[in-house]
T-cell receptor, first 112, second 112 residues
Framework: KQEVTQIPAALSVPEGENLVLNCSFT??????LQWFRQDPGKGLTSLLL?????REQTSGRLNASLDKSSGRSTLYIAASQPGDSATYLC???????????FGKGTMLLVSP | DAGITQSPRYKITETGRQVTLMCHQT?????MFWYRQDLGHGLRLIYY???????DKGEVPDGYVVSRSKTENFPLTLESATRSQTSVYFC???????????FGDGTRLSIL
């Protein structure tokens, strides 16, 4: 059974810092890995999707890497802003039907 | 507007009652999913559907029933609600293949 772990569970940083969120998974036979953002009381918003054959994806200030053999992914956020405050969730797909197994998330607070 | 809509947003009911949560998407995505989100467990897959009239169980299907007679709708029914089913329920959809899932804003369900 796939298990996904995210470290740290919570992170508080001052505005402007570069930061790294970590995700690890136990079964490396994945189709893809996805990073989501969740604001309080809201649904999940997709940030980045990395296919199993890819090493990284970038969108604006976000960069996600994937090391499938070691079962790890990192989400790098450059020049953090208070608007980045949210919970960030990592999820992996082991199924051709795109079903996802989620980590429990990292709660990020960026202070002005 | 295109998107994925869940209703109701909030629901309070009593144990033993039948409850149906609705999910409607306007993209004509073939895949749809139901997840529940609980403190300490994160998001867990309840049921998913690859197309109209095709559904399958996820990680935590007991006590739930789904149907998908039309591509755009994927209702989730709790046949006899229990307190352990108090949770936030999220519906999601995606096209097939390595595509990100799109989430609704969730239904917060309380069972007394």
């Amino acid at each position: 059974k796939q298990e996904v772990t995210q470290i740290p569970a919570a992170l508080s940083v001052p505005e402007g810092e570069n930061l790294v969120l970590n995700c690890s998974f136990t079964d490396s036979a994945i189709y893809n890995l996805q990073w989501f953002r969740q604001d309080p009381g809201k649904g999940l918003t997709s940030l980045l999707l990395i296919q199993s054959s890819q090493r990284e994806q970038t969108s604006g200030r976000l960069n996600a890497s994937l090391d499938k053999s070691s079962g790890r992914s990192t989400l790098y956020i450059a020049a953090s802003q208070p608007g980045d405050s949210a919970t960030y969730l990592c999820a992996v797909s082991n199924s051709g039907y795109s079903t996802l197994t989620f980590g429990k998330g990292t709660m990020l607070l960026v202070s002005p | 507007d295109a998107g994925i809509t869940q209703s109701p947003r909030y629901k309070i009911t009593e144990t033993g009652r039948q409850v149906t949560l609705m999910c409607h998407q306007t993209w004509s995505h073939s895949y749809m999913f139901w997840y529940r989100q609980d403190l300490g467990h994160g998001l867990r897959l309840i049921y998913y559907s690859a197309a109209a009239d095709i559904t399958d169980k996820g990680e935590v299907p007991d006590g739930y029933v789904v149907s998908r007679s039309k591509t755009e709708n994927f209702p989730l029914t709790l046949e006899s609600a229990t307190r352990s089913q108090t949770s936030v329920y999220f519906c999601a959809s995606s096209p097939p293949g390595d595509q990100p899932q799109h989430f609704g804003d969730g239904t917060r369900l309380s069972i007394l």
